[in-house]
């Protein structure tokens, strides 16, 4: 007979126990209906206490604002659009009750501190799925958002999560949620140095946001780890500015590398050189224009497509202006300025007059969009290929001007012109297919500038000051006075605009350039030759 009766007994919790748990969600739901904002807070974390998977619709219904309270009967219901009416369906089963004019419900408020707490709750109730992507996000909702309530459900996936990187996001998520709750000073003491591991502005957030609240025997540790955090941050934000003065100076280095040959080779000063890398650009969108119209399987090669085809434009472009203008004003650098100046002047207008005024979109492959972390540093994919594809145009330069015919005549004419010509070399010629060559880097370097810069007919203005100032700081025909003066220059401003502002700044560096060049005339690295230095 006892037997029979536990029997009963344990047939009857089974059987009542889902209904029980359905009931108290369910009455937990309704009971938003009528609750104010810090009613709703602490209603939610009882939801997520429940552990019921099933009131996860309600829930992302209410942090979208279709969760309404119907007027008839008080029950709380997800709302969709049914024509002129609205449609409720039971929160829990997902079934369509009813179609009712809007008139019949009253749209339950929320705002962004519910929004936080529905997140966390929701992180709470999904950190059991079976999906390994929806638990790591569970255990990142959590994170986000500690909680005392949710604390137990973070402990029970705890017990059974496998996987290691879900199991280590679920511990700092334990981590922030004991310093929420109202365990003891050991464990607390625990998750801050656990806390303290992860690093970054957010677990600053997080132990300050428990600053208030926290047991005084605990406040040395608290202290101390976002003391150490703050250290770290300071030298990571360091190592981050460094990379964005890398990335500044391999953008120079592009734009100012024609211009130091050219520079070097025949002493002219071509102001139309921002002009050629704006021609370059243009060049890329023109290329992505034709690809997207007709072959758009190949967007992904557009820019490899685009570097023959912006070089071969500018340096017959570069041709023509040497050959027309230039050669019949060498000597005369002052109007050799005036005259780039003004075929500046016309380029600009051409481009404007064929493309107009605006900026033209030119799309980044895939390969180029996105970004990776590496330690404390963020590095976007579309700056670490510039800084590689910078290098290698250097390097393939610099192999040209060493192993070549034609780069042995370019610094045979730089060192000594007269000596040059008197052996045999074609000055002229070397003066032309110099600035053609130095016409055609600068239209690379616009294929490159068109991924991180807006393509517009003002695009070479923006860089031509800056790359007369790192062939003037680096040593006129240096190549590789360039490359140390592009990334001194570019790390120098990335640590100055912090402080100072953008513009200031690079009046700084203007001024300690000028200061520089009273002490060393030609730059960092002199070019040796008997001409030159007479």
């Given at each position: 007979m006892l037997i029979r009766f536990i029997t009963l007994l344990f047939t009857f919790f089974a059987f009542a126990a889902p209904s029980m748990a359905q009931s108290d969600a369910k009455d937990l739901l309704n009971a938003l209906g009528k609750a104010n904002f810090k009613q709703a807070e602490e209603l939610l974390g009882q939801i997520a206490a429940t552990g019921d998977p099933r009131v996860v619709?309600?829930?992302?219904?209410?942090?979208?604002?279709?969760?309404?309270?119907?007027?008839?009967d008080n029950q709380v219901v997800i709302t969709k659009a049914a024509g002129s009416n609205l449609a409720a369906i039971d929160p829990l089963s997902g079934e369509t009750i009813a179609e009712e004019p809007k008139g019949a419900f009253t749209k339950i408020r929320v705002n962004n501190t519910l929004r936080r707490a529905i997140r966390s709750a929701l992180g709470g109730l999904t950190l059991l799925s079976p999906d390994r992507s929806v638990r790591l996000a569970a255990a990142q909702a959590v994170l986000q958002?500690?909680?005392?309530?949710?604390?137990?459900?973070?402990?029970?996936a705890l017990a059974t999560e496998q996987d290691a990187q879900v199991k280590a996001r679920m511990e700092e998520a334990r981590a922030v949620s004991v310093l929420a709750s109202d365990r003891s000073a050991e464990e607390k003491r625990i998750a801050i140095d656990t806390v303290a591991s992860l690093g970054g502005r957010e677990a600053i957030g997080i132990l300050m946001s428990v600053s208030s609240t926290i047991d005084e025997s605990l406040r040395p540790d608290l202290d101390s780890a976002i003391a150490k955090i703050e250290s770290s941050l300071l030298f990571w934000d360091m190592g981050q500015n460094v990379w964005y003065g890398i990335s500044l100076g391999s953008v120079l280095l592009l734009a100012a590398i024609g211009l130091a040959i050219t520079f070097g080779v025949m002493g002219?000063?071509?102001?139309?050189?921002?002009?050629?890398?704006?021609?370059?650009?243009?060049s890329t969108f023109m290329v992505q224009q034709v690809i997207r119209t007709s072959y758009p399987d190949l967007f992904d090669w557009s820019l490899a497509i685009a570097l023959p085809v912006a070089f071969l434009v500018t340096a017959a472009i570069g041709l023509v202006i040497e050959r027309g203008v230039i050669r019949f004003l060498y000597g005369r650098p002052l109007e050799t300025l005036l005259a780039t100046w003004g075929i500046?002047?016309?380029?600009?207008?051409?481009?404007?007059?064929?493309?107009?005024?605006?900026?033209?979109?030119?799309?980044?492959?895939?390969?180029?969009?996105?970004?990776?972390?590496?330690?404390?540093?963020?590095?976007?994919?579309n700056r670490m290929w510039i800084v590689l594809f910078s290098l290698t145009i250097f390097f393939a330069l610099l192999a040209l001007m060493k192993r070549s015919a034609f780069g042995l005549q370019m610094r045979a004419v730089t060192q000594n012109r007269r000596m040059a010509s008197s052996m045999g070399i074609r000055t002229p010629w070397v003066d032309a297919f110099t600035f053609a060559l130095g016409s055609?880097?600068?239209?690379?370097?616009?294929?490159?500038?068109?991924?991180?810069?807006?393509?517009?007919?003002?695009?070479?203005?923006?860089?031509?000051?800056d790359s007369f100032m790192v062939v003037v700081f680096g040593g006129v025909g240096n190549l590789w006075g360039t490359l140390v003066g592009a990334l001194s220059l570019g790390i120098l401003n990335k640590f100055l605009e912090p402080s100072v502002?953008?513009?200031?700044?690079?009046?700084?560096?203007?001024?300690?350039?000028?200061l520089f060049i009273q002490k060393r005339p030609r730059g960092l690295f002199a070019l040796k030759g008997r001409a030159v230095e007479a």
């Open positions: 619709p309600a829930l992302e219904a209410f942090a979208e604002g279709d969760l309404y309270l119907r007027k008839s958002s500690p909680s005392a309530e949710n604390l137990d459900l973070v402990e029970a002219i000063i071509n102001m139309a050189h921002g002009e050629m890398v704006m021609i370059g650009a243009y500046s002047l016309i380029l600009q207008q051409t481009i404007r007059t064929i493309f107009g005024p605006t900026n033209q979109e030119v799309g980044n492959p895939s390969w180029m969009s996105g970004s990776f972390a590496l330690g404390g540093l963020t590095i976007t994919w055609g880097i600068a239209g690379i370097a616009g294929v490159a500038l068109s991924q991180i810069d807006n393509v517009s007919p003002n695009l070479g203005q923006s860089y031509i000051i502002g953008a513009v200031l700044g690079k009046i700084l560096v203007l001024v300690l350039i000028i």
